[in-house]
C-alpha cells in the first residue's frame, strides 16, 4: 500500500478537491498571464490598477446575476464582524492593485523574490493574531521551497525606486488577504462566492481611490474599439475564476499552504515550458524548480501526517461525548431529546 492508501476518505476528498482546484487554477493563472500580455503589450492598456477594477466589477456583474437567479449561497447565519469584511475588502484592491503596479515597474525576477517574502509574512502574522506556530520540520520544508524558487525564478532583479516601494508594500496586504479569505472560510462557515459578494464592492471602492496614485494620466483618453474591449472582458471573465478557484482553495486549506501551492505552479510552469515548448531557462533555474518541488512534497507529506493523527483524535472525542450523553440519560427518551 502507498502512503496516500492509509489516510482516511475524508482526507484522500480533501486532497483530490485540493488538487483539482490547484489545477483549475494553474489553467486559469496561464490564460490570464497570456491575456495580460495581450492587454499590456499588445492592446496598449497601461492602467494596471484600472484594469484591476475592471476585473472586479465584471467579477461583481457576475455574481448579481447569480443572485439575481437565487444562485448565490447565503451568507451564514452567524455573521462576521464588519470591520473584518471591510478590512478583507481593503486589503484585497491592495494586494490585487499593488500586484499589478509591481508587474508593471519591476521584472519578473524581483516580483518573484517579492512573493517569496509573503511566506514568512504569513507564518509571523498568525503567531501574532492568533498564536499560531509552525513546526521545526515545516520551517526547513518552507526554506527549502524559497531556497528552490528563488534559484529557479529570480534571474533577473531590475527595478526601479518606486516600483521597489511599491513590491515592498504589497508583501503585507498579500499575506493578510490570504490569512483572512482561509480563517473567515473555515471559522465563520462563509462559502467563497459569499465572501466575494460582500467584499468586492468595498474593493472596488478603494480600487476607484487608488488610480489617481498609482495609474498613469490618460485613461478617459484609451482608444476603444471591439478587440481591445473583448481582450479586457475576457480577462476579466478568467480573473473572476481565478479568484473563485483561489478562495476556494484557501477554504480548503491554509494560508500558507496556499502559497506553497502558488509556488508549485511557478516551478510547473517552467519546468513544461522547458519540456513541452523547448525553452531553455538554465541548468540552475531547472535544478531550484526541483529542489523547490521536493520541498513542497515534504511539506505537503507533514500537512497529510498530521491530518492522519488528527483523524483519530476526533472520532475518539466524539465518542466519549456520545457516551456522556447516553450517561446523562440523552439517549432519545429524555427530557428534551430529540427523536427522529
Known amino acids: 500500500m502507498g502512503l496516500y492508501d492509509n489516510f482516511s476518505p475524508y482526507i484522500k476528498q480533501l486532497f483530490v478537491m485540493i488538487l483539482v482546484l490547484d489545477v483549475a487554477e494553474l489553467s486559469y493563472m496561464i490564460c490570464l498571464l497570456f491575456l495580460y500580455f495581450q492587454v499590456f503589450k499588445n492592446v496598449g492598456f497601461q492602467f494596471p490598477v484600472f484594469l484591476t477594477f475592471i476585473h472586479y466589477a465584471v467579477s461583481w456583474a457576475l455574481m448579481a446575476i447569480l443572485n ?28 490585487t492593485g499593488l500586484a499589478n503596479v509591481s508587474l508593471k515597474y519591476n521584472s519578473v525576477g524581483f516580483y ?51 516600483g ?40 472596488l471602492l478603494f480600487l476607484v481611490s487608488m488610480i489617481p ?14 478587440s481591445n474591449t473583448s481582450a479586457i472582458l475576457v480577462s476579466a471573465f478568467l480573473g473572476f475564476l481565478l479568484q473563485w478557484s483561489g478562495a476556494l482553495a484557501l477554504g480548503a486549506t491554509s494560508a500558507i499552504s496556499h502559497v506553497v501551492l502558488g509556488q508549485f ?25 526541483f529542489i523547490a518541488i521536493g520541498g513542497m512534497s515534504f511539506f505537503t507529506y507533514l500537512n497529510l501526517h498530521a491530518k492522519k493523527q488528527l483523524s483519530p483524535l476526533k472520532v475518539s472525542s ?23
Open 112 to 162: 518573484q523574490m517579492a512573493k517569496i517574502a509573503v511566506t514568512p509574512s504569513i507564518v509571523l502574522a498568525e503567531f501574532i493574531w492568533y498564536k499560531r506556530s509552525v513546526t521545526f520540520s515545516k520551517v526547513i520544508a518552507l526554506t527549502v521551497v524559497s531556497i528552490g524558487v528563488a534559484i529557479a525564478t529570480v534571474t533577473d532583479l531590475q527595478f526601479s525606486l518606486f
Open 265 to 289: 505552479k511557478t516551478c510547473v510552469l517552467l519546468l513544461g515550458s522547458y519540456y513541452i515548448f523547448g525553452s531553455n531557462p538554465g541548468i540552475i533555474s531547472i535544478c531550484g524548480a
Open 318 to 340: 466524539s465518542l466519549a461525548k456520545s457516551k456522556l450523553g447516553e450517561g446523562n440519560g440523552q439517549n432519545g427518551d429524555g427530557f428534551g431529546a430529540e427523536s427522529v
Open 164 to 203: 521597489a516601494c511599491v513590491a515592498l508594500a504589497w508583501i503585507i496586504p498579500s499575506a493578510v488577504n490570504k490569512i483572512l479569505w482561509s480563517t473567515m472560510q473555515q471559522q465563520e462557515n462563509w462559502t467563497a462566492l459569499s465572501l466575494m459578494w460582500k467584499t468586492t464592492p468595498i474593493t
Open 68 to 95: 439575481s437567479f437565487s444562485l448565490l449561497p447565503a451568507s451564514p447565519p452567524s455573521k462576521s464582524n464588519p470591520l473584518s469584511l471591510f478590512t478583507l475588502g481593503i486589503v484585497m484592491s491592495l494586494s
Open 213 to 226: 496614485f498609482l495609474d498613469p494620466p490618460g485613461v478617459l483618453t484609451f482608444q476603444w474599439s471591439f
